[in-house]
Protein backbone atom coordinates (compact mmCIF):
# COMPACT_ATOMS: atom_id res chain seq x y z
CA UNK A 1 0.00 0.00 0.00
CA UNK A 2 1.57 3.39 -1.36
CA UNK A 3 1.86 5.96 1.34
CA UNK A 4 -1.18 8.20 -0.05
CA UNK A 5 -3.46 5.30 0.30
CA UNK A 6 -2.44 4.32 3.93
CA UNK A 7 -2.70 8.30 5.04
CA UNK A 8 -6.26 8.39 3.22
CA UNK A 9 -7.38 4.95 4.80
CA UNK A 10 -6.23 6.41 8.95
CA UNK A 11 -7.10 10.13 8.32
CA UNK A 12 -9.76 10.60 5.56
CA UNK A 13 -12.55 9.00 8.58
CA UNK A 14 -11.66 11.93 10.68
CA UNK A 15 -12.26 15.05 8.07
CA UNK A 16 -16.10 15.69 10.37
CA UNK A 17 -14.08 15.82 13.07
CA UNK A 18 -11.45 17.59 12.05
CA UNK A 19 -14.20 20.33 10.73
CA UNK A 20 -16.07 20.25 13.42
CA UNK A 21 -12.92 21.04 15.56
CA UNK A 22 -11.93 23.66 13.44
CA UNK A 23 -15.25 24.95 12.88
CA UNK A 24 -15.85 25.32 16.88
CA UNK A 25 -12.34 27.22 17.44
CA UNK A 26 -12.66 29.53 14.61
CA UNK A 27 -16.13 30.55 14.65
CA UNK A 28 -16.18 30.72 10.91
CA UNK A 29 -16.91 28.44 8.69
CA UNK A 30 -14.14 29.93 5.51
CA UNK A 31 -11.68 29.70 8.50
CA UNK A 32 -12.61 26.49 9.16
CA UNK A 33 -12.68 24.87 5.53
CA UNK A 34 -9.21 26.33 5.56
CA UNK A 35 -8.00 25.51 8.61
CA UNK A 36 -8.93 21.55 7.50
CA UNK A 37 -7.42 21.96 4.17
CA UNK A 38 -4.37 23.59 5.47
CA UNK A 39 -4.01 20.85 8.10
CA UNK A 40 -4.33 17.91 6.28
CA UNK A 41 -1.59 18.90 3.84
CA UNK A 42 0.74 19.37 6.88
CA UNK A 43 -0.63 16.18 8.37
CA UNK A 44 0.47 14.27 4.74
CA UNK A 45 3.64 16.46 4.57
CA UNK A 46 4.34 15.19 7.96
CA UNK A 47 2.98 11.40 7.99
CA UNK A 48 6.16 9.76 7.55
CA UNK A 49 6.02 11.07 11.42
CA UNK A 50 3.03 9.32 12.46
CA UNK A 51 3.89 6.32 14.74
CA UNK A 52 0.56 4.81 14.78
CA UNK A 53 -1.92 4.83 17.64
CA UNK A 54 -5.29 7.04 17.61
CA UNK A 55 -5.24 8.76 13.64
CA UNK A 56 -7.93 11.18 15.11
CA UNK A 57 -6.02 12.20 17.95
CA UNK A 58 -2.83 13.11 15.82
CA UNK A 59 -5.23 15.25 13.39
CA UNK A 60 -7.14 16.64 15.31
CA UNK A 61 -3.56 18.13 17.21
CA UNK A 62 -2.44 19.34 14.02
CA UNK A 63 -6.26 21.19 13.48
CA UNK A 64 -6.11 22.67 16.67
CA UNK A 65 -2.38 23.94 16.44
CA UNK A 66 -3.29 25.12 12.63
CA UNK A 67 -6.22 26.81 14.55
CA UNK A 68 -3.90 28.47 17.14
CA UNK A 69 -1.44 30.25 13.57
CA UNK A 70 -4.91 31.25 11.67
CA UNK A 71 -5.58 33.21 14.94
CA UNK A 72 -1.93 34.52 15.60
CA UNK A 73 -2.20 35.92 11.91
CA UNK A 74 -5.76 37.17 12.63
CA UNK A 75 -5.20 39.11 15.98
CA UNK A 76 -6.38 42.27 15.85
CA UNK A 77 -8.85 41.27 12.51
CA UNK A 78 -12.33 41.22 11.82
CA UNK A 79 -15.24 40.24 14.32
CA UNK A 80 -16.09 36.19 14.26
CA UNK A 81 -19.06 35.16 12.54
CA UNK A 82 -21.68 33.76 14.82
CA UNK A 83 -22.06 29.62 14.61
CA UNK A 84 -24.30 28.55 12.14
CA UNK A 85 -24.11 24.64 11.96
CA UNK A 86 -27.24 22.61 10.94
CA UNK A 87 -28.30 20.63 13.77
CA UNK A 88 -29.03 17.02 14.44
CA UNK A 89 -32.23 17.37 15.41
CA UNK A 90 -34.15 14.35 17.29
CA UNK A 91 -37.23 13.36 15.03
CA UNK A 92 -39.77 15.75 15.42
CA UNK A 93 -42.98 14.13 13.36
CA UNK A 94 -44.23 13.32 16.49
CA UNK A 95 -43.51 16.66 18.10
CA UNK A 96 -45.78 19.88 18.20
CA UNK A 97 -45.04 23.27 16.31
CA UNK A 98 -44.18 24.30 19.87
CA UNK A 99 -42.00 21.30 21.16
CA UNK A 100 -40.27 21.45 17.72
CA UNK A 101 -39.40 25.92 18.38
CA UNK A 102 -38.55 25.21 21.63
CA UNK A 103 -36.28 22.10 21.16
CA UNK A 104 -34.45 24.65 18.50
CA UNK A 105 -34.34 27.55 20.83
CA UNK A 106 -32.69 25.37 23.53
CA UNK A 107 -30.05 23.82 20.38
CA UNK A 108 -29.45 27.23 19.94
CA UNK A 109 -29.05 28.54 23.37
CA UNK A 110 -26.32 25.90 24.21
CA UNK A 111 -24.35 26.72 20.97
CA UNK A 112 -23.97 29.97 22.00
CA UNK A 113 -23.21 29.39 25.35
CA UNK A 114 -20.63 26.96 24.18
CA UNK A 115 -19.79 29.84 21.40
CA UNK A 116 -18.60 32.04 24.90
CA UNK A 117 -16.42 29.67 26.20
CA UNK A 118 -12.44 30.35 26.38
CA UNK A 119 -10.71 28.70 23.91
CA UNK A 120 -9.30 26.23 26.20
CA UNK A 121 -12.34 25.36 27.72
CA UNK A 122 -14.51 25.51 24.39
CA UNK A 123 -11.74 22.82 22.43
CA UNK A 124 -11.90 20.23 25.56
CA UNK A 125 -15.72 20.18 25.54
CA UNK A 126 -16.40 20.04 21.68
CA UNK A 127 -13.50 16.95 21.51
CA UNK A 128 -15.56 15.20 24.91
CA UNK A 129 -18.59 15.73 24.18
CA UNK A 130 -18.93 16.34 20.55
CA UNK A 131 -16.71 13.98 19.00
CA UNK A 132 -16.72 11.58 22.14
CA UNK A 133 -12.80 11.46 22.11
CA UNK A 134 -11.54 9.84 25.46
CA UNK A 135 -9.68 11.59 27.95
CA UNK A 136 -6.16 9.97 27.07
CA UNK A 137 -6.88 11.59 23.59
CA UNK A 138 -7.79 14.75 24.38
CA UNK A 139 -4.88 14.68 26.04
CA UNK A 140 -2.68 13.81 23.36
CA UNK A 141 -4.65 16.08 20.92
CA UNK A 142 -4.24 18.52 22.80
CA UNK A 143 -0.68 17.82 24.25
CA UNK A 144 -1.61 18.60 27.85
CA UNK A 145 -1.91 16.45 31.14
CA UNK A 146 -5.00 14.41 31.76
CA UNK A 147 -5.59 16.06 34.82
CA UNK A 148 -5.50 19.20 33.09
CA UNK A 149 -8.05 18.04 30.51
CA UNK A 150 -10.38 16.69 33.50
CA UNK A 151 -9.77 20.22 35.01
CA UNK A 152 -11.13 22.25 31.86
CA UNK A 153 -13.95 19.78 31.11
CA UNK A 154 -15.25 20.26 34.41
CA UNK A 155 -15.11 24.01 34.51
CA UNK A 156 -16.11 24.27 30.79
CA UNK A 157 -19.11 22.04 31.81
CA UNK A 158 -19.74 24.01 34.92
CA UNK A 159 -19.32 27.52 32.67
CA UNK A 160 -21.91 25.95 30.46
CA UNK A 161 -24.04 25.51 32.86
CA UNK A 162 -24.29 28.37 34.09
CA UNK A 163 -24.20 30.66 30.91
CA UNK A 164 -27.75 28.20 30.20
CA UNK A 165 -29.12 28.81 33.62
CA UNK A 166 -28.73 32.52 33.09
CA UNK A 167 -30.25 32.63 30.17
CA UNK A 168 -33.31 30.20 31.13
CA UNK A 169 -33.81 33.25 33.54
CA UNK A 170 -34.14 35.77 31.33
CA UNK A 171 -36.57 34.26 29.32
CA UNK A 172 -38.77 33.77 32.42
Not at 42 to 71: M, P, Q, S
Not at 79 to 104: K, N, W, Y
Not at 149 to 162: C, E, F, G, I, Y
Amino acid sequence: MSRAETFERIMLPHLDAAHNLARWLTRNEQDAQDVVQEAYLRAFRFFDGYRGGDGKAWLLEIVRNTCRTLHRRQSGGAASVPFEETAQIPDTAAASPEETLAGREEIDMLRNCIDALPDEFREVLVLRELEEMSYRDIAEATSLAIGTVMSRLSRARKRLQDCADRRKEAVK
